[in-house]
């Protein structure tokens, strides 16, 4: 079975400032793949970054990052410079071989930006 | 600009009432999923269609009813729902549902709309 693990229900950070949200994952499936969503209050999910199971370098996409330790099977999201409009939910998911297109997602984490 | 669309943005309907959750998508994606999330947790699955076909239903109570007319558009119908089927509906779609895990196969999700039984 997999599963998505997120800590931190919520987080606040200053603009500009850079923000570490955790994912830790469990899958006995090599091949899978990670992603990360933002959720504003508007309740759109939009996808941010993706990493392969066999990527051999960290995803990374304007201010996103992601930080894949796959023998600690992590892969936390870093936003730098954050902006007021990086307030939102974030969700990591995960999407196995096996899973048969389920992305399975964690708890989530509310970031918000102050001035 | 999202590129799945879903109507109506918010519904509010009664016990005995019947409506339709709509969802568009023009990308060619051939899996179209429907996802309930309630406020402040995760979506989580209800059905998946692949190529029209309906794929997945998550043990969903029959009150809720998917239809996929063709491979752009995805309908969750809705018959005496009960105050606590008050949720977010998202809708999403992927190049494919099987075994690519790839960055290609990313779900795209629909801004959803609010439903509030009373």
């Known amino acids: 079975a997999q599963k998505i693990t997120q800590t931190q229900p919520g987080m606040f950070v200053q603009e500009k400032e850079a923000v570490t949200l955790d994912c830790t994952y469990d899958?006995?499936?090599?091949?899978?793949?990670l992603f990360w969503y933002k959720q504003p209050s508007s309740g759109e999910m939009i996808f941010l970054i993706y990493?392969?199971?066999?990527?051999?370098q960290n995803a990374t996409e304007g201010r996103y990052s992601l930080n894949f330790q796959k023998a600690r099977k992590s892969a936390n999201l870093v936003i730098s410079a954050s902006q007021l409009g990086d307030s939102a939910m974030y969700f990591c998911?995960?999407?196995?071989?096996?899973?048969?297109?389920?992305?399975?997602f964690g708890a989530g984490t509310q970031v918000v930006v102050t001035p | 600009d999202t590129e799945v669309t879903q109507t109506p943005k918010h519904l509010v309907m009664g016990m005995t009432n019947k409506k339709s959750l709509k969802c568009e998508q023009h990308?060619?994606?051939?899996?179209m999923y429907w996802y309930k999330q309630k406020a402040k947790k995760p979506p989580e699955l209800m059905f998946v269609?692949?190529?029209?076909?309906?794929?997945i239903n998550e043990s969903v109570p029959s009150r809720f009813s998917p239809e996929c007319p063709n491979s752009s558009l995805l309908n969750l119908h809705l018959h005496a729902l009960q105050p606590e089927d008050s949720a977010l509906y998202l809708c999403?779609?992927?190049?494919?549902?099987?075994?690519?895990?790839?960055?290609?196969?990313?779900?795209?999700f629909g801004a959803g709309s609010r439903l509030t039984v009373l």
């Open positions: 990493q392969g199971s066999y990527d051999q």
């Open positions: 269609y692949s190529y029209e076909k309906l794929s």
């Open positions: 998911a995960m999407r196995a071989t096996d899973s048969w297109g389920k992305l399975q």
């Open positions: 990308m060619g994606h051939r899996a």
């Open positions: 899958t006995s499936d090599p091949s899978y793949g």
């Open positions: 999403a779609s992927s190049q494919s549902q099987g075994t690519d895990t790839s960055g290609a196969n990313v779900l795209t």
